[in-house]
């Protein structure tokens, strides 16, 4: 079983806040993380292949002996651990199920190969105290206690669906697995508002993993190529992560003073939104436009502004126009034409028509 990731350092330089986020994530190493990252382990499990699953579990028998311990003793939660009324009454009934015996897991087993879901049921249920055991080493990485069971939960579930009894180890030692897997994915899935990809977290792991190398080998922060450089991987990948362990808040969160009710959302401007002094200058544009376009025809006018856009943005061809007017598309051109050279003669004759073109022009 994978030791659980460290917690969140303190005190580090303000000069490398990106490697800080990491650590306030509760990002996992790699040998943590990985046995339920990799998208073939989204469709089947770190645990897949039987052979290596079986050595898998021969190889880490030792450091389950004590969780197995812990499975058969009273459930105990921590005080300082916010276990609210709910969990205490699943901890409470769980812990009335009665464990299993050697024999009688192998009974179920073999059901279970029979397609009995009776006996999947009860192998499961015997065995919800081996994911508290398991999940009460991971509280703090994002998820409630409560989520961290539940996810165990599901891993419990397929190490009973792939449990193979002739393999010779116990339920407990396969189960363990799976359990492990399916809560460090939740964490990676569900702790974080914006979910990140798989290959993401992989890679915002080695980046933590080797800015911490890097420390030690030249006893200051490494920079951000001489990250890079050790990971081999591009400066825009590097960013890239580095940018993705920013963390997010509401725009709704209030500001930390006495006397101020103000909220971020307060402070941030509307890209959209016109200021005044534009506005009162294109209404005046507007209204002076008007002016110009009320001393062609009804026609005339109309042609002007649906081809300039003027009526509701949106620019017409000619073709578009004729189909509204039932007419030509020739017919709409020399109307437009016409329309254009009125305007023209206006502009030169008119000395506040042509101050408003100087203006159009600026």
């Given at each position: ?52 699953t079986s050595s898998m ?45 050697a024999e009688e897991e ?143 808040i509401s725009i709704e ?110």
């Amino acid at each position: 079983m994978s030791n659980p990731a460290k917690p969140p350092k303190n005190g580090s330089s303000k000069a490398h806040h990106d490697m800080d986020d990491m650590e306030d994530e509760g990002y996992m190493e790699p040998d943590e993380l990985a046995p339920a990252m990799a998208d073939a382990q989204a469709d089947h499990g770190s645990l897949g292949n039987d052979d290596e699953t079986s050595s898998m579990v021969d190889d880490s028998k030792h450091k389950v002996d004590d969780l197995d311990e812990e499975h058969n003793e009273p459930i105990v939660i921590r005080e300082d651990t916010n276990a609210d009324d709910s969990v205490k009454l699943y901890l409470q009934q769980i812990g009335r199920i009665k464990l299993l015996t050697a024999e009688e897991e192998i009974a179920l087993a073999k059901g279970i190969a029979e397609g009995n879901e009776t006996a999947k049921k009860k192998l499961i249920q015997a065995n919800l105290r081996l994911v508290v055991s398991i999940a009460k080493k991971y509280i703090g990485r994002g998820l409630s206690f409560l989520d961290l069971i539940q996810e165990g939960n599901l891993g419990l579930i397929r190490a009973a669906e792939k449990f193979d009894y002739k393999r010779g180890f116990k339920f407990s030692t396969y189960a363990t697995w799976w359990i492990q897997q399916s809560i460090t994915r939740g964490i990676a899935d569900k702790s974080r508002i914006i979910r990140l990809p798989v290959h993401m977290i992989e890679t915002i792991s080695k980046v933590k993993r080797a800015n911490r190398e890097l420390t030690l080998q030249l006893g200051r922060q490494p920079t951000r190529e001489e990250l890079a450089g050790h990971l081999d991987i591009s400066m825009s990948k590097l960013r890239l992560a580095l940018k993705a362990t920013q963390s997010t808040i509401s725009i709704e969160t209030p500001l930390k003073t006495k006397d101020d009710q103000s909220t971020i959302s307060d402070f941030l401007v509307d890209e959209n939104m016109e200021d005044p002094d534009s506005q009162v200058s294109n209404d005046s544009l507007v209204s002076e436009l008007d002016g110009i376009l009320n001393t062609l025809r009804p026609r005339e006018r109309d042609v002007i502004k649906l081809r300039f856009g003027l009526k509701d943005g949106n620019k017409r061809t000619l073709e578009e126009i004729g189909q509204l007017f039932g007419v030509s598309r020739e017919r709409v051109r020399q109307i437009e034409t016409r329309a254009l050279n009125k305007l023209r003669r206006l502009c030169r004759s008119n000395q506040s028509i042509r101050s408003l073109k100087n203006y159009l022009s600026q």
